[in-house]
């Protein structure tokens, strides 16, 4: 019988790589509290609707990209291709609105039916952070010092601070004009989606990759040279904002971000150690969305950060802690001392809580279940056998240099025995690690 394999792009995360990925959903736990962002957690299946009407009809996410399907009950849904319009609409629906303020995270899947590259999956995870209800400049500073504290706290260097305001909705008609009129000088240069853009939203040519375009992208018109001037100055300020905290940023005018729903500020940390996938966090503010969405209007700003994407450039840094090994192996011989071992592994995983103990299972002689032990990195051993069993003991036979010297404890006694032995090995495992 064939092997059923896996979806192309959609990948599996083994034991041997998901303790970066812990380093990294940890540390966003710990600063994002420290912000004082609060999780939630929403479907990863939405109507289709949400996403037409909140990422925009015409960008390559809606045209081209989303998992979508009628249900047996003929509704058309969608998998979820990014967490802002779900967390949007559950802040709609669940009444959170209502002049209230909120700071809202969430990590999980994305799906998009994308060529799987480098960098680029069908099954993606992301860190999604929203702020909803603040109006000025101050909120979208601290967004972006936030990202900034978590590059530190996960050793990430490679990484560089792009920013740009996209102004108003009314701003930008002018300069939607200004675009067309670019565009159209050279629309016989302009490639099929460029020529369908050019009808529905031009901004998005700006994002266009194509080599051939380049030169065509960059003399267009500069929206920074057409912003109004409450989103001038509220750009102005949020760059003063991140001079005073020391954030290094370079202004890239053509920075527009791939979704509608973006206004007045946008930000992208990008990096130079993972190929053309080079963008590792985006976001950027949508006060126009809430509305857009069914709710009062509301202003609100997030961010993405890319999990896969970090995770490599953590692999390519070494920063993450190494992987924890076990405290503690059982190794045992015969029925009865098996028997015992396993309620005295319990018993010793309910006095150390976040030690690892490990009972060996399946059997073997002697040797083989010490290169288990070995194997499971764990300092000690306990070994347990019918002599020592009829004498009321576990023996403690070190496995690592600086371990305790072999000795013996009694089994009613071993839980408090583990617990001094490791205390006193040079930096106890479990505690931070």
Not at 110 to 134: L, N, S, T, Y
Request: aromatic content about 6%; hydrophobic content about 40%; glycine content about 10%.
């Amino acid at each position: 019988m064939t092997q059923i394999q896996p979806i192309r792009g959609m990948n599996d995360v083994l034991p041997s790589e998901v303790w970066r990925w812990q380093f990294l959903e940890a540390t966003v736990r710990e600063v994002l509290a420290s912000y004082g962002f609060d999780e939630m957690r929403v479907p990863v299946v939405e109507q289709t609707d949400l996403f037409k009407r909140a990422i925009g009809e015409y960008t390559d996410v809606v045209e081209k990209e989303m998992y979508s399907f009628v249900d047996q009950g003929g509704e058309t849904l969608t998998l979820r291709p990014e967490a802002t319009a779900g967390m949007v609409r559950a802040a709609i629906s669940n009444g959170m609105l209502r002049g209230a303020r909120h700071k809202l995270w969430c990590v999980g899947p994305m799906f998009r039916h994308e060529r799987p590259q480098k960098g680029r999956f069908r099954q993606f995870h992301q860190v999604d952070v929203e702020a909803i209800g603040f109006a000025g400049p101050d909120i979208d500073a601290e967004l972006i010092a936030l990202t900034s504290a978590l590059w530190q706290r996960l050793g990430v260097t490679r990484v560089a601070l792009q920013v740009n305001s996209l102004g108003t909705a009314e701003s930008r008609r002018g300069y939607r004009e200004l675009l067309v009129q670019h565009f159209r000088a050279h629309y016989e240069r302009l490639d099929a989606d460029s020529r369908r853009r050019l009808e529905g939203n031009p901004l998005r040519i700006l994002d266009s990759k194509n080599p051939d375009m380049q030169d065509i992208v960059a003399s267009a018109p500069v929206l920074t040279d057409h912003l109004d001037p409450e989103s001038r100055s509220h750009f102005e300020t949020l760059c003063a904002m991140l001079t005073d905290l020391g954030i290094p940023y370079r202004v890239n005018p053509r920075l527009v971000r791939g979704l509608d729903y973006y206004s007045r500020t946008v930000f992208e940390w990008v990096t130079d150690a993972l190929g053309s996938q080079d963008a590792v966090c985006s976001g950027g503010r949508y006060d126009g969305l809430i509305p857009q969405l069914g709710g009062e209007p509301t202003p609100a700003i997030g961010f993405a950060m890319g999990v896969e994407r970090v995770v490599a450039l953590i692999e390519l840094a070494g920063s993450a802690p190494p992987p924890r090994g076990a405290d503690v192996y059982l190794v045992t011989q015969g029925e009865a001392p098996l028997r015992a071992a396993m309620r005295l592994a319990d018993e010793l995983r309910r006095a150390l809580p976040g030690r690892r103990i490990e009972l060996n299972l399946g059997g073997g002689n002697f040797k083989a279940q010490f290169r288990r032990a070995d194997r499971s990195g764990a300092p000690l051993a306990l070994v347990l056998g019918e002599d020592e069993l009829a004498r009321g003991v576990v023996q403690v036979k070190p496995l690592r240099e600086g371990a305790p010297p072999q000795g013996e404890a009694p089994i009613a006694a071993a839980a408090a025995a583990v617990s001094e032995w490791l205390a006193r090995l040079a930096g106890p495992r479990g505690e931070g690690s």
